[in-house]
């Protein structure tokens, strides 16, 4: 969805005051947290344990820094009333992986940097097509960590941070990051691969409710009616989910699942909002449940003028404003941008290529709390129509679902990230079971929550949990393009007393193997059997008491397919 941000000629703000005190992040506690972080979340420093073996090579092309980490942002911005230029001052604390770094980078773009330092002391830099090059003035040893401090204002560009007016004709302020845009009002190291904590110190007018992640530090009045707001994330997120908005909101409070709840809308559109959003404890009880703790320290549900209708902002999920001024206002996507608190969110894509990993978990998990409401047949028409979104995609867009040639960003919001990833879960569940499928997401979660993960590192954990080689499975739904295309024929075979069904697999892109149920209707009822379908051609027998009189090709749905079935005549 398209947000209005016309565009304002408007004076510059005053100078930006310093609120970053001087010892505001504490190192000592950042050590804790990586030492913890070494046992918790083994991607984030490269210490594997036995179940992963190596680690993935990257397949997207952003060029990474290994020798270093960032693991703390603190970002102090100035709003000015009438203007859309801001002035902030980023610090960013940077670990080192190795001894000797004497030098990095940081990701920034469109606005003009008037000082940097390091550890306190001014230091030479360059800032030239979108990246700052820093020399850090000496070399640190590897785990000591370094605080660059950026000065900076300008006008945003509208990438990232959106400055404008609402569709009532009032002032806004929403950060829309994803995928990589961040780097347009912050300086980072814009990848998910680099998580971190972030603080936010925001100046604004104080008629403005400021959100962001994390939770509320403080609110404090300012001289000349203006106000500060603090907050504070604890827990490592991608800088796509670091967020502000602030805007004269509404804000009310839920209550239900011991977590705290707050829902922020413009005034006019408080009525939709409390329907929009009538269910996220409902949601939330539901995937703690399935998955584990809720990872954040509280959830902002939040009506924003942003061009994502809903984006997963770690514990401050934004929604374009559109979705709540319509005549009737839709629930969705409120269970897919709450599933991403755990998956996405906590969880994180190590390489874009890998973006399933959070959006078809989100997907997917969605249509299994709709599962909860609705029973089994919810979920079978909802995975229909994710089969038919494949299909159709597939048409113009022949490719596996990890498709390393696509490296347009956006272009990866596609329907095999989404529907795909969610069926190929689908598929995995029925393969394994419930009680082991469900015991390997919860096995997943509580490795990687915090860190990161690849495709290889959640086929490792299934298949350490259900004691079952997956690589047939993982290798045809995620490198090989389409689903199996099943020709089916069948007869009744009167001496042999068994129903014959010839299997013939039309595709081109590959053979799949799969287990399929096949049901039987006869006069004395009906019965399913599993069989495996793996060759080009395969006759399967079946056997019966008598001559059914229909036979049915997965009848639950359990196969992302396409097929066409005959009863071949006596």
Not at 88 to 117: C, I, P, W, Y
Not at 281 to 286: M, P
Not at 329 to 344: C, M, N, R, T, Y
Request: charged share 25%.
């Amino acid at each position: 969805m398209k947000a209005n941000l016309p565009g304002q000629s408007q004076p510059e703000p005053r100078a930006l005051r310093e609120v970053l005190p001087a010892n505001h992040f504490d190192h000592r506690t950042a050590e804790v947290r990586l030492e913890s972080d070494r046992l918790r979340h083994p991607m984030r420093l490269r210490l594997v344990p036995l179940l992963l073996f190596t680690l993935p090579a990257w397949a997207d092309t952003y060029r990474r820094q290994p020798e270093v980490d960032v693991v703390h942002y603190e970002i102090a911005l100035q709003f000015t009333e009438g203007s859309e230029t801001i002035a902030g001052v980023t610090r960013v604390h940077v670990m080192m992986r190795q001894a000797g770094v004497s030098q990095m980078r940081l990701d920034f773009e469109n606005m003009t940097v008037e000082a940097l330092k390091v550890d306190g002391k001014e230091r030479p830099f360059t800032h030239r097509n979108g990246q700052i090059s820093i020399g850090l003035g000496r070399s640190y040893n590897e785990h000591e960590i370094a605080v660059v401090e950026v000065r900076y204002r300008g006008r945003p560009d509208g990438k990232g941070l959106l400055i404008g007016k609402n569709n009532y004709n009032r002032n806004v302020y929403f950060a829309e990051n994803w995928p990589d845009r961040a780097h347009h009002w912050f300086p980072s190291i814009d990848h998910p691969y680099d998580k971190a904590t972030v603080e936010f110190s925001i100046t604004a007018p104080e008629k403005y409710d400021v959100v962001a992640n994390g939770r509320l530090v403080e609110t404090r009045s300012l001289l000349e009616g203006r106000k500060l707001t603090r907050w504070s994330e604890s827990v490592p997120i991608p800088t796509y989910c670091m967020v502000i908005g602030a805007a004269e909101f509404s804000v009310t409070h839920g209550a239900g699942t011991g977590i705290p709840l707050s829902f922020y809308a413009y005034p006019q559109d408080a009525a939709a909002a409390a329907s929009r959003f009538a269910r996220t404890s409902s949601v939330l009880e539901y995937l703690i449940h399935r998955i584990g703790p809720y990872p954040y320290e509280k959830l902002a549900q939040v009506q924003s003028t942003t061009k994502i209708g809903g984006m997963e902002n770690s514990s401050a999920i934004f929604y374009a404003e559109q979705g709540f001024q319509q005549p009737k206002v839709s629930e969705d996507p409120v269970p897919h941008e709450i599933a991403h608190q755990w998956f996405g969110d906590s969880v994180t894509e190590t390489d874009w290529d890998h973006l399933w990993i959070s959006e078809g978990f989100a997907t997917y998990f969605s249509a299994l709390f709709y599962e909860y409401l609705g029973g089994a047949e919810s979920m079978k028409r909802i995975m229909a129509g994710a089969a038919e979104a494949v299909q159709q995609y597939h048409k113009k867009h022949p490719a596996a679902l990890i498709d390393s040639g696509q490296t347009d960003l956006m272009k990866k919001l596609n329907p095999f990230n989404y529907q795909k990833g969610a069926w190929v879960l689908h598929m995995l569940r029925k393969v394994l079971g419930d009680e082991v499928f469900f015991a390997g997401i919860r096995r997943y979660y509580s490795l990687y929550a915090g860190g990161n993960a690849s495709t290889e590192d959640f086929q490792k954990v299934m298949e350490s949990v259900s004691g079952t080689l997956l690589a047939t499975f993982f290798r045809q739904w995620f490198y090989q393009p389409g689903w199996p295309d099943y020709r089916v024929s069948w007869r009744w075979d009167g001496a042999a007393r068994a129903a014959e069904l010839r299997f013939h697999q039309a595709q081109t892109t590959g053979l799949f193997d799969m287990p399929l149920e096949i049901a039987l209707s006869a006069a004395n009822g009906r019965e399913v059997r599993t069989v495996r379908v793996h060759e080009q051609d395969q006759v399967v027998r079946i056997p019966s008491d008598q001559p059914p009189s229909s036979v049915e090709i997965d009848p639950d749905g359990w196969v992302l397919k396409s097929l066409q079935v005959s009863a071949e005549k006596p």
